[in-house]
């Protein structure tokens, strides 16, 4: 089998943990699903209308997570770390089964999901895959943020920068090739906040799972967990990893550069909006051996097809 037609995992998985907002139990199993299906999230919490398909324009919420609503009005929340992992695996069919409106958060990074997936395999069919190509130049700007989106002839490369004036240790840039580079670092990075945030989050009724374990808390300076930073951009890092989790909600992956200064997910949701507003702007390409990017055949890629 091709490496380059679309693949699911090779058996069940099973994650059991907390949800980072709701501070609910939740118990979530990856199934693998046939070609052409897609990603689908499933509430088995709920008997009837509890279908959820991860797009753009699913995206109801994107206040300190990602919150996709169907057209009935059930919601599934904090998918984006589960949704990078998804892209960086090359995933492209999977059912998302989960018990609760919010998938739990782990370690609040990707690692563990990538670690498991990797565990089982992965089982490759016959049917090609399709990618997002940029055809023309799209910037959104919200304020001093923004995001924009440019053609790219073998990749895609995102560049992302954060500030924060409030901490200046949060001030953070990278930029990442996602098809020809490791992205341990990018699986592994946190997600964080400020202490002083906690409360007001809190009252929010945010973060009432949220705890030393799964997210990063700065006071001042100093980080107030155990494990310090897990490499030396985990803050940007993470940013990155959301970013790449939005982006799949595209329905598929993308070849193009992103560039991003202090973006989330709420910037990153309307730059897609305006990429996919006008027609001349991308095109969708089926991939096959006469014009693959030579990046999708990385040794990152090719240890799965065995």
């Keep these: 089998m091709s490496v380059l037609n679309q693949k699911t995992i090779n058996k069940n998985l099973n994650f059991f943990g907390i949800g980072l907002h709701s501070g609910n139990k939740v118990e979530m199993r990856l199934l693998p699903a046939a070609p052409n299906t897609g990603i689908i999230f499933k509430r088995s919490d709920l008997s009837k209308n509890?279908?959820?398909h991860p797009s753009?324009?699913?995206?109801?919420?994107?206040?300190?997570?990602t919150t996709l609503t169907n057209e009935f009005g059930v919601s599934i929340s904090t998918i984006e770390h589960l949704m990078a992992a998804l892209y960086g695996l090359g995933i492209d069919n999977i059912i998302v089964d989960v018990n609760s409106e919010e998938l739990p958060i782990m370690d609040g990074s990707a690692k563990i999901f990538v670690e498991e997936i990797e565990k089982v395999g992965f089982k490759i069919s016959d049917h090609p895959i399709r990618v997002i190509k940029v055809n023309k130049k799209v910037k959104f700007l919200d304020g001093d943020k923004f995001i924009s989106f440019e053609p790219n002839r073998i990749s895609l490369e995102i560049d992302f920068e954060i500030k924060f004036k409030q901490n200046s240790i949060l001030n953070q840039s990278n930029k990442k090739n996602i098809y020809m580079e490791d992205l341990k670092d990018?699986?592994?990075s946190r997600?964080?906040?400020?202490?002083?945030?906690?409360?007001?989050?809190k009252d929010m009724g945010l973060a009432q799972?949220?705890?030393?374990?799964?997210a990063i808390v700065l006071k001042g300076n100093e980080i107030l967990n155990k494990e310090k930073e897990r490499n030396t951009k985990e803050f940007v890092n993470h940013k990155i990893l959301d970013c790449l989790g939005d982006i799949y909600l595209a329905g598929y992956r993308m070849v193009g550069k992103i560039c991003s200064s202090q973006g989330g997910h709420r910037v990153t949701n309307l730059g897609l909006r305006e990429l996919f507003s006008k027609k001349e702007n991308f095109s969708i390409v089926e991939l096959k051996e006469k014009n693959i990017p030579h990046s999708f055949l990385v040794k990152n890629t090719l240890k799965y097809s065995a």
């Design 50 to 52: 509890n279908i959820i």
């Design 56 to 65: 753009v324009y699913n995206v109801s919420n994107t206040s300190y997570c």
């Design 186 to 188: 990018v699986y592994e």
């Design 191 to 201: 997600t964080f906040c400020l202490y002083e945030d906690v409360k007001k989050l």
């Design 209 to 214: 799972g949220g705890s030393l374990e799964n």
